[in-house]
């Protein structure tokens, strides 16, 4: 059988990987979890179903390759899996609170529970955190009934458990999740001394004009570089909204112009989309002007948000920042979006991706 440090060694042997001591020693705890899924379940009227395998909580610094691991335990497993954002999946917890709760369910949590664990036999997180109070309240309860039914939760964060939503509201509260954290999954640390994603985009050109197919095979390599080729539709909850990102991978993500300045945005949608993600690439930024100036006020407002939040941005426009806007009302205002533009194209602007 085809182990995951097989695996790992014939993605170093092709080049698709540099080799990594700390990457190796996580790789175990990953096959363990494998192989016990693996295993043929006998069945039988009388037969109590076995104990689901200890799950895994994998913690270290950003860049470190938690989500390409996570990848590979993913792809090499024969039972139904789902591979989601936490916060992704937090939200549409959320949202899915709200509706049972509007329909009158008396305790909608365990509908919620049994609805997600009926689907699959492993859940795997990308970053593990909780920053919203809504999202410390309802976990605890929520990953009970999980783990009850079975269910096999592998995650990875950037923070050891007990860090989890520090010096949050009511925190006291959160604390039995911590406690069930450690005692259903397995915690371990990926000490690597090295940031491989980081290195990817130091000193990379950010910034790409004018549109042309040369550029647009720049950008597209530069995500391929970023997500190993995954993505997935991101869907940010806010308020009553709902906001797509179309494509989207460990915390970056990828849309056009008008997929978010042609579209009645505001203020809180950018600032949960830049809390949501650490690099966002933007494509086809047009000459901003009369003709479209409520496109050009949200672009504005959207790379505020950004800047304020040190998000990484990797876009392609028509023109340099100073030209994109050039005349008519809004043109004066613009200098300092495009001054802010200038400044996220330096190497070292932006928050760890």
Same mark, same amino acid.
């Given at each position: 059988?085809?182990?995951?440090?097989?695996? /790992?060694?014939?993605?170093?042997?092709?080049? &698709?990987?540099?080799?990594? %001591?700390?990457?190796?020693?996580?790789?175990?705890?990953?096959?363990?979890?494998?192989?016990?899924?693996?295993?043929?379940?006998?069945?039988?009227?009388?037969?109590?179903?076995?104990?689901?395998?200890?799950?895994?909580?994998?913690?270290?610094?950003?860049?470190?390759?938690?989500?390409?691991?996570?990848?590979?335990?993913?792809?090499?497993?024969?039972?139904?899996?789902?591979?989601?954002?936490?916060?992704?999946?937090? @939200?549409?917890?959320? !949202?899915?609170?709200?509706?049972?709760?509007?329909? *009158?369910?008396?305790?909608? +949590?365990?509908?919620?529970?049994?609805?997600?664990?009926?689907?699959?036999?492993? $859940?795997?997180?990308?970053?593990?955190?909780?920053?919203?109070?809504?999202?410390?309240?309802?976990?605890?309860?929520?990953?009970?009934?999980?783990?009850? #039914?079975?269910?096999?939760?592998?995650?990875? !964060?950037? =923070?050891? %458990?007990?860090? $989890?939503?520090?010096?949050?509201?009511? =925190?006291? &509260?959160?604390?039995?999740?911590?406690? @069930?954290?450690?005692? =259903?999954?397995?915690?371990?640390?990926? #000490?690597?001394?090295?940031?491989?994603?980081?290195?990817?985009?130091?000193?990379?050109?950010? /910034?790409?004009?004018?549109?042309?197919?040369?550029?647009?095979?720049?950008?597209?390599?530069?995500?391929?570089?970023?997500?190993?080729?995954?993505?997935?539709?991101?869907? $940010?909850?806010?308020?009553?909204?709902?906001?797509?990102?179309?494509?989207?991978?460990? *915390?970056?993500?990828?849309?056009?112009?008008?997929?978010?300045?042609?579209?009645?945005?505001?203020?809180?949608?950018? &600032?949960?989309?830049?809390?949501? +993600?650490?690099?966002?690439?933007?494509?086809?930024?047009?000459? &901003?002007?009369?003709?479209?100036?409520?496109?050009?006020?949200?672009?504005?407002?959207?790379?505020?948000?950004?800047?304020?939040?040190?998000?990484? $941005?990797?876009?392609?426009?028509?023109?340099? %920042?100073?030209?994109? /806007?050039?005349? *008519?009302? *809004?043109?004066?205002?613009?200098? =300092?979006?495009?001054?802010?533009?200038?400044?996220?194209?330096?190497?070292?602007?932006?928050?760890?991706?």
């Amino acid at each position: 059988m085809t182990t995951l440090m097989d695996l /790992y060694d014939e993605k170093v042997a092709e080049g &698709l990987l540099l080799r990594d %001591p700390a990457q190796e020693e996580a790789l175990p705890h990953f096959e363990r979890i494998r192989t016990e899924l693996a295993k043929p379940v006998k069945k039988g009227f009388f037969r109590k179903a076995p104990e689901p395998p200890k799950g895994l909580y994998l913690w270290g610094g950003v860049g470190r390759g938690k989500s390409m691991l996570m990848d590979m335990f993913v792809e090499s497993l024969h039972v139904p899996v789902r591979r989601v954002h936490f916060h992704a999946f937090m @939200q549409e917890m959320q !949202s899915e609170l709200h509706r049972l709760r509007e329909q *009158g369910v008396e305790d909608p +949590v365990v509908p919620m529970a049994k609805k997600v664990s009926d689907a699959v036999k492993v $859940l795997a997180f990308d970053e593990m955190q909780i920053t919203d109070i809504g999202d410390a309240m309802l976990v605890g309860r929520l990953f009970e009934q999980l783990f009850a #039914a079975g269910t096999v939760v592998v995650t990875t !964060s950037n =923070r050891v %458990p007990d860090d $989890l939503y520090k010096d949050g509201l009511n =925190r006291q &509260l959160f604390l039995p999740f911590i406690k @069930q954290i450690k005692e =259903r999954l397995e915690v371990r640390e990926l #000490a690597s001394e090295k940031d491989h994603r980081q290195d990817r985009l130091k000193g990379a050109q950010v /910034y790409f004009c004018p549109v042309t197919p040369e550029t647009r095979a720049k950008i597209d390599h530069i995500w391929q570089e970023l997500t190993h080729g995954h993505e997935e539709v991101l869907t $940010l909850h806010i308020k009553t909204r709902k906001v797509e990102l179309p494509r989207y991978w460990n *915390g970056v993500a990828r849309a056009s112009f008008y997929d978010l300045c042609g579209q009645p945005l505001g203020p809180a949608d950018y &600032l949960a989309l830049a809390d949501a +993600v650490r690099v966002l690439v933007i494509e086809d930024i047009p000459r &901003l002007g009369r003709g479209n100036f409520n496109e050009a006020k949200r672009f504005v407002t959207l790379v505020d948000a950004l800047y304020e939040a040190k998000v990484k $941005l990797i876009a392609s426009a028509v023109d340099e %920042p100073e030209s994109l /806007y050039v005349e *008519g009302a *809004g043109a004066f205002e613009f200098e =300092r979006t495009a001054s802010r533009l200038r400044e996220m194209q330096d190497a070292d602007w932006g928050k760890p991706i």
